[in-house]
């Protein structure tokens, strides 16, 4: 920046450009000040203070380039540079029209023999917004501190209280870091004196070698699914699944353990029948009540065509069986009804658009833990197709020869409704064989009301109709 020529030229001993140049490096402003404190000369080291208008403060008293609170400060400055007293910094603000006051931080000095002072000033803006800067990061890291915390106390209440056992274990040592009092309890132990024992501790070998694959596994994908195994001390047997997660630069495994009861809190059903029904050719699938799938075999796995038992979890069995919603839903009114359904025939719908014509027989137990239903799903494609196959060949062709034998004798517009009734009547049949002769639901799967399915049985002679039997309200 430059600074205005003095009158004689020099400031002190230096010439004014040596000046100019030593105040530009030494400060953000520099001020050379008369006797009387009047500034005669401005030197900028600053962009900045360029854009507060510094330039206009020539010829004024420095007094007044400050606010009202900074004045006797500039007096103190000003007296300090005279004197041979001690020299201090101090904080003075310059107001501005953009905004905010300027802080600038200054020191007086006096040079030459006119009792000229040149005040060296540093702004404090930057200093000020690294403090606020400071500040907020500071507020920032507090907030996170404090909402870890609570997140903290959140995962340790649940953890405590939590019914199901959980076991945190180390991936790198596989000791136990931690235990809640639930899994202490299940393992005989106080959940303090689980920590730090290695794991798989105290089962048997074949459920050792299971538990390794198991952490395998979830190592490798990120979980393990259930899996039985059984303490070697009293053979009880337990369900166990563990997930791996991060924290801090190392892996831990979260194992839940749930202990295996059948249904009066006894032994819990023999592997062999599991084995059983995981590897029988016709589907077999359990739901909870409303026809969500808890699990399935291998067999219906194939038949829905997707690529595992977990992909059918949690999804309503409706998503793969039955024609219609009314189709499903006649099945499981059936089942809540008579506790139990056999040989419902049906389709099966695969997730990349086959069908199979199946039977299914299905039972409630309400009472189970959980409640749920069991169906067995058989494919009977063949069978359905060779029993269709033989019902076209004695009825279809029959009665087109029958409607053929009428052309010449009545109106196209005749022979178009004898065809319609024929078609009728065959869908009303087929309705009622599907919903074994349930009128209700076969009028729900026509899209009929009951008072007309009831006039259509009546017409077509359908159904073991009374000629007195009362046709309900619609």
Known sequence: MSVSTLPNGRLGSLDAESAADLIAAAADVALVLDGDGVIRDVALGSEDMLLEGCRKWIGQPWAETVTVESRAKVETLLREATSKAERRWRQVNH????????????????????????????????????????????????????????????????????????????????????????????????????????FPEGFDTESTSTIGLLLARARAVGRGDDTRVRLSSDAREFLIAASLFSQENGSFFLVRLAPVRGDSGEAAVPRSIVKVMESLPDGFVVTDLEGQVITANRAFVDLAQTVSEAQLRGESLERWLGRSGVDFSVLIGSIRQHGSVRLFSTVLRGEHGATSDVEVSAVSVPHGEPPCLGFTIRDVGRRAASSVSARVAQELPRSANQLTELVGRVSLKELVRESTDLIEKLCIEAALELTRDNRASAAEMLGLSRQSLYVKLRRYGLGDLGPDEPEPAT
Do not use: C
Not at 135 to 155: I, K
């Open 95 to 198: 107001p501005s029209s953009r905004g905010s006051d300027v802080p600038v931080l200054y020191s007086a000095v006096r040079v030459g023999q006119n009792g000229q002072v040149v005040a060296f000033g540093r702004d404090l803006r930057p200093n000020a917004q690294l403090q606020q800067r400071l500040v907020d990061a500071q507020q920032s890291m507090e907030r996170d501190y404090w909402r870890l915390r609570h997140v903290e106390t959140r995962y340790r209440l649940l953890f405590m209280s939590s019914l199901e056992a959980v076991l945190i274990i180390d991936a790198a040592t596989q000791k136990i870091v931690e235990a809640n009092p639930a899994a202490g309890e299940l393992l005989g132990e106080n959940a303090r004196k689980v920590v730090g024992r290695s």
